[in-house]
């Protein structure tokens, strides 16, 4: 009968154990912004009153970021692998006079309470486009360059349309 226990608790412990890596060890569909692939995010920029509440602030590294035409791709990494998160670029309606014109951003990041602990890595690109319409629209002007001073990074960001 202790056989038949032993074996018993061992199937059990072996199913917890299975349960347990698999919940932590799936992959997370990014859906960022638009639903794309598990390994890229994308969508608009976002002109928005910053500081503010609003955007959700779970935290996360910037590795990389360059302007490619009209879009930002930042390579990013942060914890996680057991939820859905999603990612925003908010970038601040106060623009900083300067030559060339600067302005504030940075990536909004809700991990939606994922406490797992994998390294996730996810590209993300955001369609600067509507940075330049704002700058049109206050300058006049059909062509200009934006310095974006983007929060967690050190790269020089030009955006020129």
């Not at 154990?17 to 608009?44: D, H, K, M, N, V």
């Not at 900083?96 to 996730?120: F, N, T, W, Y």
Request: net charge neutral; proline share 5%.
């Amino acid at each position: 009968m202790q056989i038949n226990f032993k074996r018993q608790s061992s199937l059990v412990a072996l199913g917890w154990l299975f349960l347990a890596a698999a919940a932590c060890s799936r992959t997370e569909p990014a859906t960022g912004i638009s639903g794309e692939a598990p390994q890229s995010s994308s969508g608009r920029a976002v002109l928005a009153n910053e500081p503010d509440s609003k955007w959700p602030s779970d935290p996360l590294t910037i590795s990389n970021a360059s302007v490619a035409g009209d879009t930002l791709v930042i390579a990013v990494e942060h914890g996680g692998g057991c939820a859905t998160h999603t990612y925003q670029l908010v970038v601040s309606r106060a623009w900083m006079e300067s030559l060339p014109v600067q302005v504030a951003a940075r990536v909004s990041h809700d991990a939606h309470g994922d406490l797992c602990k994998a390294l996730i890595r996810r590209e993300l690109r955001f369609s600067l486009t509507p940075v330049a319409e704002t700058y049109r629209a206050a300058y006049g002007q059909p062509h200009g360059t934006v310095s974006i001073r983007l929060a967690g990074s050190s790269a020089e960001l030009l955006y020129s349309f």
